[in-house]
C-alpha cells in the first residue's frame, strides 16, 4: 500500500479512499423510494389496462358485435340495445380527429413561433418573463376553456363566418381553436428548450456565412432541433386527443361522418361523458361500450406515441 511517507506526506499514514464501497442509509432509502414510486406506477398502468380491456372484450362478446362492424361500422346508436342498437365507431373517431386536426391547426404555428421569438429574438428578462406566462395558460382547467368555447367564441364564429355559412351552437371548429390554444404552453415551451439546447458554434458558423437571423432560425436551428419539436408537437397532439370537458361542452353530442368544421359532432371522449351521465347500469351494453371506446382511444394514444418515439430516435441529433 502505497503511504504518504513515499509521496513526501506524513510518515506511516495511509491514504484515505474516496470512493464509497457501498451506498450509504440515506441512499439506499432515497433508491428504494424511487424504486417504490416506479413499481406504482406501473402496476397503476397494468391495472387500468386490465380493468379497461377486460371491459372492452366483454362487449364484443355479445350478440351481433364484432370487432370489424365495431372499427368499421358508420353509425353510432349505442343506447338502443343489442336488438336496435348500433355500434359502428367511425363517426366518433372521425369527430375526435376533425377537432384535433382543428387544434393542430392553431397550436403548431402559434406554438412554433413562440418558441422562436422566445429562443431566438426575445431578450433575456422578456424570456423570463413571457415563458412562466405563457405557461400559466396550460393552467387554465379544461372545463373554462369548454364554457369560454360555447359563450364567446361560437357567438363570435357565428356573427362573423355565420354570415356565409351556417354555424352550430354547437360545433366543431370552437371547440378545436379552443383546444389549439389550450395545447399552445405545451408546444411553445417544449420546442424552446429544444431550439435553446443547439449549440451557439451552430448559429455562429451560419451567421459567419452571411446568413440572417430568419435563414439562421428557420434553417439551422429548427432543423437543428427537429426531433425536440416533433415530441412537444405529438405531446401536445396527444393531450389534444384525449381532451373532455372542451369537446363535450362545445363540441356537441351528435354522431357524424361529417367534415363540416362548423357542424354539430361527437368525439370520442364527449361519448364517455354523455354514457358516464346517462347512469349507464354496471355490465350493460352501454356501460361495456364505454370501455370499448377508452379501449380504442387508448390504442390509438399509444400507436401515436410508438411512431413519435421511433421518429425521434431516428432524427435525433447528438452535440
Not at 5 to 25: I, Y
Request: glycine share 12%; charged share 10%.
Amino acid at each position: 500500500m502505497t503511504t504518504f511517507e513515499d509521496r513526501g506526506g506524513t510518515p506511516g499514514r495511509r491514504p484515505v479512499s474516496l470512493a464509497a464501497t457501498s451506498p450509504r442509509f440515506g441512499e439506499r432509502i432515497v433508491i428504494a423510494g424511487m424504486w417504490i414510486c416506479a413499481a406504482i406506477s406501473i402496476l397503476t398502468t397494468v391495472g387500468v389496462m386490465a380493468i379497461l380491456f377486460g371491459e372492452a372484450v366483454a362487449f364484443f362478446r355479445n350478440d351481433g358485435i364484432t370487432v370489424g362492424g365495431f372499427l368499421t361500422g358508420g353509425e353510432w346508436r349505442p343506447f338502443g340495445g343489442a336488438e336496435h342498437g348500433r355500434f359502428g365507431v367511425l363517426p366518433l373517431v372521425a369527430g375526435t380527429l376533425l377537432v384535433t386536426a382543428i387544434a393542430v391547426i392553431v397550436a403548431v404555428p402559434l406554438g412554433l413561433a413562440s418558441a422562436a421569438y422566445m429562443s431566438e429574438y426575445a431578450p433575456t428578462r422578456v424570456r423570463a418573463f413571457l415563458k412562466p406566462t405563457l405557461e400559466v395558460l396550460a393552467g387554465v382547467p379544461t372545463v373554462v376553456l369548454g364554457y369560454f368555447a360555447l359563450t364567446f367564441l361560437t357567438p363570435l364564429l357565428r356573427g362573423t363566418v355565420g354570415q356565409v355559412i351556417d354555424v352550430s351552437i354547437f360545433n366543431a371548429a370552437s371547440a378545436g381553436i379552443v383546444m389549439g390554444i389550450m395545447i399552445v404552453p405545451t408546444v411553445a415551451s417544449l420546442s424552446e428548450d429544444a431550439m435553446s439546447a443547439v449549440p451557439t458554434a451552430l448559429r455562429e458558423g451560419a451567421y459567419g456565412l452571411g446568413s440572417s437571423q430568419r435563414h439562421v432560425v428557420t434553417r439551422v436551428v429548427m432543423p437543428a432541433a427537429l426531433s425536440g419539436i416533433v415530441a412537444a408537437i405529438i405531446l401536445g397532439l396527444g393531450r389534444a386527443i384525449g381532451e373532455t370537458m372542451i369537446v363535450a361542452l362545445a363540441a356537441g353530442n351528435l354522431p357524424s361522418m361529417s367534415l363540416n368544421p362548423f357542424g354539430q359532432i361527437q368525439a370520442m371522449t364527449a361519448y364517455i361523458v354523455q354514457a358516464v351521465q346517462g347512469e349507464a347500469p354496471r355490465g350493460s351494453l352501454t356501460y361495456q361500450s364505454i370501455f370499448a371506446v377508452g379501449a380504442l382511444l387508448f390504442v390509438m394514444t399509444l400507436a401515436l406515441n410508438l411512431v413519435a418515439a421511433r421518429f425521434v430516435r431516428r432524427h435525433r441529433e447528438a452535440y
